[in-house]
């Protein structure tokens, strides 16, 4: 600058726009920093003082010199000498980005205003080289379409599943059962069975050149890994090959290829490409695993891909995450678990099979009831049993004398509808029911009972001097009596003798277990011992009455004695409580020894009594 644009500096006073004279300036110090030397209060006072108007007349003097007056009317009128152009760019190249960080502080115009030009210099970028921004944005926009696709994959898996969860197929039901297994949800479980696959080689190749840049394979593969140049060749001349056959952008070109039994799954990135050699069907998320491999290779070696000239030695590093893309499908070892809809499933069948056979039991227990009930009852007897139209079909031979059988349906909880019974007439050999036969026959005399001996004899039994006319009208109707052999007489005797066989030809009969005899045939049997005790009283005869007790054969042998034996006491209490010593008693047991039929049969259960004369 010439010495005549110097301002210049001087120490007469000037006039201020009010018309007050300045004053006059602070002394300078001679050398710059003396002063903080000398004075270090002063100083750290000045930095604290606030300016006074002194100190600014003082700054307007030094900034504009003895023309300042000619100044302040250039600015006020707006008539400025426009700077250099040098000047002014260096100045705002150092202020801009202060500039702009203090504007950006203050409000939202400055991005309101760098938007557009932004947007169209951005669009402008891609049109003319889009490469760039793709390499600039690809490991971030990757892993972000990569979560989305995830969400995407499970919502449809769950959909699969749910839709799946309503079907009852045989092959569900095992897959149901392995996962209540295996602990996995049946949508994993599903996928595993369906989608089974390995990756047996996985390739890096160079997407301009079509280089191997590194071969991963995996164990126990044979013949694996040879060729693997002249196969990144190959891909990457297939791939130019239907990029430009098939007019297909180069993002959207070849992504598998089949080869027999293999299949080659291809992944481009930017500079690079990944193909797996697969084996099996893999499934659509292996796809994404080759995405993430492809993404962190980028950002690993984005350089060294951008720069490559051939070597392959720093791809070395890309191997651990070639050899994670080599996966393969292998079922886990099973856990245990219990999956809640199979759980349901498993109550629900196990709940109708209990009711069923709840049900069974019962209908099983009452036709068991009704067929037992059958088997007792004097004259019926039963010769086959079967299961027609849902029914219990009986079939079975009747006395004429018995009872209807009908009667017993209502006992046992049954009725008309559950039993479908066929009976055809039979005469029965039951001795109650023969001897009822010749009773109706033969019709003898009041005082006069018939009995019947096991060998088929009708015994007559009564006093003497009863009319014996009617044994010759019995004799020629006992061919016609089924079950009758032959009629004795024998049994007709003095007074004594006809009470003696009239207490002998009873049998007291009891329930079923019990001890104790129902009173309704204990009061006949009481009313034959008092006139047997009177009888020998007339005739001065010593009578002991034995009582035998008897059980079926159902029990035990030592239970049916004891219960044989508690019967026959009962009776003895009985007819001791009934006659006093008029008649002593004695007690035995027979058990089952002497049963008259097999099983439950009522008739076995029963007391019989035997007259002792004294020697």
Not at 179 to 203: D, I, K, M, N, P
Not at 319 to 336: I, Q, T
Not at 543 to 569: K, V
């Amino acid at each position: 600058m010439a010495s005549d644009d110097r301002p210049v500096f001087t120490e007469v006073p000037l006039s201020s726009g009010d018309g007050a004279a300045p004053d006059p300036p602070a002394p300078l110090a001679e050398r710059p920093g003396e002063a903080s030397r000398e004075a270090p209060d002063a100083a750290s006072a000045n930095r604290d003082r606030q300016p006074t108007a002194a100190d600014l007349r003082l700054l307007r003097r030094l900034l504009l010199g003895r023309d300042r007056d000619d100044a302040l009317d250039r600015v006020s009128r707006g008539d400025l000498p426009a700077a250099p152009a040098r000047l002014d760019a260096r100045s705002v190249g150092r202020v801009l980005p202060d500039a702009v960080r203090f504007r950006e502080s203050e409000d939202e115009d400055l991005g309101e205003a760098l938007a557009g030009p932004v947007e169209r210099g951005l669009k402008a970028s891609v049109e003319r080289n889009p490469q760039p921004v793709v390499d600039a944005i690809f490991p971030v926009i990757g892993p972000a379409i990569r979560r989305a696709i995830r969400h995407a994959m499970a919502q449809s898996l769950e959909s699969v599943n749910q839709s799946v969860n309503y079907g009852l197929s045989w092959r569900g039901l095992k897959w149901r059962a392995e996962a209540w297994r295996s602990g996995l949800s049946f949508g994993e479980v599903v996928l595993r069975h369906t989608l089974q696959y390995r990756a047996e080689e996985v390739l890096l190749v160079h997407r301009e050149t079509g280089l191997l840049l590194q071969h991963v394979v995996a164990p126990d593969v044979p013949g694996a890994g040879e060729d693997a140049d002249l196969v990144g060749a190959m891909l990457t001349a297939v791939r130019q090959f239907v990029g430009d056959s098939f007019s297909v952008d180069e993002d959207d070109g070849l992504e598998a290829v089949e080869v027999g039994d293999l299949t080659v799954w291809i992944e481009p990135g930017p500079r690079a490409i990944i193909a797996a050699v697969l084996r099996g069907h893999p499934p659509e998320s292996y796809r994404e695993t080759l995405r993430r491999a492809v993404e962190t290779i980028h950002a690993r070696m984005g350089e060294a891909l951008t720069t490559f000239t051939g070597e392959t030695a720093p791809f070395d590093a890309s191997r651990d995450v070639l050899e994670g893309c080599l996966d393969a499908a292998y079922a886990e070892e099973p856990r245990s678990g219990l999956s809640p809809q199979l759980a349901v499933l498993l109550l629900v069948l196990l709940g109708a099979m209990a009711w069923l056979g709840v049900r069974w039991w019962d209908g099983h227990a009452r036709e068991t009831a009704y067929l037992q009930a059958l088997d007792a009852a004097p004259g019926l007897e039963v010769l086959r049993t079967d299961r027609e139209g849902g029914r219990l079909l009986v079939v079975g031979a009747r006395d004429p004398l018995a009872d209807d059988p009908d009667a017993f349906l209502a006992a046992a909880g049954l009725d008309r509808s559950d039993v479908d019974a066929r009976w055809v007439t039979a005469f029965s050999a039951d001795s109650a029911l023969v001897a009822q036969r010749a009773t109706q026959a033969f019709r003898p005399p009041d005082g006069v009972r018939l009995a019947v001996l096991p060998d088929g004899t009708i015994r007559a039994l009564g006093p003497a001097s009863a009319d014996t006319a009617w044994a010759s009208a019995a004799r020629d109707l006992l061919p016609l009596v089924p079950g009758a052999d032959r009629l004795d007489l024998s049994g007709l005797r003095d007074d004594l003798g006809a009470a003696i066989a009239e207490v002998e030809a009873l049998a007291l009969p009891f329930g079923d277990n019990g001890s104790a005899p129902p009173p309704d045939a204990l009061a006949p049997f009481l009313a034959r011992a008092e006139r047997l005790a009177e009888a020998a009283r007339q005739h001065g005869e010593s009578l002991t009455l034995e009582i035998t007790g008897h059980t079926d054969d159902r029990g035990t042998p030592d239970a049916n004695r004891a219960l044989g034996l508690a019967r026959a006491q009962a009776v003895a209490r009985a007819v001791t409580g009934a006659l006093g010593d008029r008649l002593p008693v004695r007690t035995l047991s027979r058990g089952a020894d002497e049963t008259l039929g097999e099983g439950a049969h009522p008739p076995s259960r029963r007391a019989t009594f035997r007259v002792l004369r004294a020697e």
